[in-house]
């Protein structure tokens, strides 16, 4: 198998994950892969970083899925890849101002993804894992990037 080049998605802080989570609450939002793959026959790939920015210091959890309706109380059709926690205390300001930045988890294996319902999307749920509410628009916005390899046949 041959691998391609680094590239970069991010969600968008104005229409993924937007509304309001509670303790636990999960929201499950799909992230295509990047435009410049478009003409690429490709639904294999690494994921080799994650990170988080927020506008709220909350613990967050991310969950990838495989297919989109990922979460499935039947563990037959659950299509789980990864999960990865972004802790409160690793959300860092700069000059103590404005959103917080959370890194990608220090020794973070490229994690395989295969797109099994060939949307050409990565299928992220976010988790709230905070006694504190995320608060939905504006004032609760929340953007992740992934950074992507491709797999080639």
């Given at each position: 198998?041959?691998?391609?080049?680094?590239?970069?998605?991010?969600?968008d802080?104005?229409?993924?994950?937007?509304?309001?989570?509670?303790?636990?609450?999960?929201?499950?939002?799909?992230?295509?892969?990047?435009?410049s793959?478009?003409?690429?026959?490709?639904?294999?790939?690494?994921?080799?970083?994650?990170?988080?920015?927020?506008?709220?210091?909350?613990?967050?959890?991310?969950?990838i899925?495989?297919?989109a309706?990922?979460?499935?109380?039947?563990?037959?059709?659950?299509?789980?890849?990864?999960?990865?926690?972004?802790?409160?205390?690793?959300?860092?300001?700069?000059?103590?101002?404005?959103?917080?930045?959370?890194?990608?988890?220090?020794?973070?294996?490229?994690?395989?993804?295969?797109?099994i319902?060939?949307?050409?999307?990565?299928?992220?749920?976010?988790?709230?894992?905070?006694?504190?509410?995320?608060?939905?628009?504006?004032?609760?916005?929340?953007?992740?990037?992934?950074?992507?390899?491709?797999i080639?046949?």
């Amino acid at each position: 198998m041959k691998k391609g080049s680094i590239e970069f998605i991010d969600s968008d802080k104005d229409t993924h994950f937007t509304g309001a989570l509670g303790q636990n609450a999960m929201e499950i939002e799909s992230i295509g892969f990047p435009t410049s793959w478009q003409n690429l026959q490709i639904n294999e790939v690494e994921i080799e970083g994650i990170s988080v920015q927020s506008d709220q210091n909350l613990e967050w959890d991310i969950f990838i899925f495989s297919k989109a309706g990922a979460d499935d109380t039947n563990l037959d059709d659950d299509t789980f890849v990864h999960h990865l926690n972004f802790s409160q205390t690793s959300g860092k300001q700069i000059a103590g101002a404005n959103q917080y930045y959370y890194p990608c988890p220090v020794g973070l294996m490229a994690i395989p993804y295969k797109d099994i319902d060939n949307t050409r999307k990565i299928h992220i749920g976010l988790i709230n894992r905070s006694v504190t509410s995320k608060t939905a628009g504006a004032t609760g916005e929340i953007k992740i990037r992934l950074s992507l390899r491709p797999i080639f046949a």
